[in-house]
């Protein structure tokens, strides 16, 4: 069973990343990859696109099909 580090509960970190509608910081856990924004409740993206979805064979299953298909899909667009 091998996991992304990042996914690891024991590591948990916060980190902000501005809102893209508001431009606020929004409070991530390093173990969530997208929330509401708390001011505009607009979808935050931790990252565009995880960076462990270019390199992690396990990305599929750690995120999950749909999440998987739509970040693979933003990193082709780039
Ligand atoms: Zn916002």
Known sequence: ?????GQDMRNLTIS?????ECGKPVE?????MRLHCPHCRA???RDRAPSCI???KG???CLGAEL???LAG???KK
């Not at 069973?1 to 580090?5: A, D, E, K, L, N």
């Open 16 to 20: 902000y990343h501005p809102c893209p």
């Open 28 to 32: 991530f856990f390093s173990d969530e």
């Open 1 to 5: 069973m091998s996991r992304c580090p």
């Open 74 to 76: 933003e990193i082709k």
């Open 68 to 70: 998987y298909a739509k």
């Open 59 to 61: 990305a599929k299953e």
């Open 43 to 45: 979808w935050v993206h």
């Open 54 to 56: 270019e390199w992690c």
